[in-house]
């Protein structure tokens, strides 16, 4: 079973409407969360991450996300969108069970913005 | 932030030769590297890491002998993608764990545009 799922490959949403990209992670031990932004033809940008303490990480860019324990989840969310936010989002795990662990990617969530 | 970089961010070869890339940490000590392969509208699909000093490991299904991959220095991983064949046209992106992170927090080049003709 993947480690990271990312419901809905593409998420359509008005200039200046609220975004909400999903994210929800399959692991007994809540893992350390990751949000990329990758623009066409470009490597991946950190957004923000959640290791420890506070659950609600504000990130670049205005983005925010909540992990949330009991829903296993870590979605990415915007007030209002801009045209500028038009790219390919992933959300990434990394296992918190000490020593080196992998990344996991999820298979990414393309937003598109509506003028 | 930490950087990495990737040489050449774009490279077209012919069918049969072999072409390297380049990954750089410019201002951290990476003694792990990775290596990632991104077909279109797909997500990363890890393919090796690299250690400085010693052989790379490799995923499973990634052919060790096709993708060389050379670690020599702390900032420097190389991958060479030998006797290169249309299939192997991708998009390649590094990263670099950085030594003292301490959530295992990898940094991202800005990948390498690959194709072969």
Known sequence: ARSVTQLGSHVSVSEGALVLLRCNYSSSVPPYLFWYVQYPNQGLQLLLKYTTGATLVKGINGFEAEFKKSETSFHLTKPSAHMSDAAEYFCAVIPNSGGYQKVTFGTGTKLQVIP | ?117
């Not at chain 2, 792990?32 to 010693?54: D, H, I, V």
């Not at chain 2, 030998?82 to 959530?103: K, N, Q, V």
């Open chain 2, 1 to 117: 932030g930490a950087v990495v970089s990737q040489h050449p961010s774009r490279v077209i070869c012919k069918s049969g030769t072999s072409v390297k890339i380049e990954c750089r940490s410019l201002d951290f000590q990476a003694t792990t590297m990775f290596w990632y392969r991104q077909f279109p509208k797909q997500s990363l699909m890890l393919m090796a890491t690299s250690n400085e000093g010693s052989k790379a490991t490799y995923e499973q299904g990634v052919e060790k002998d096709k993708f060389l991959i050379n670690h020599a220095s702390l900032t420097l991983s190389t991958l060479t993608v030998t006797s290169a064949h249309p299939e192997d046209s991708s998009f390649y992106i590094c990263s670099a764990r950085d030594y003292g992170s301490l959530y295992n927090e990898q940094f991202f080049g800005p990948g390498t545009r690959l194709t072969v003709l």
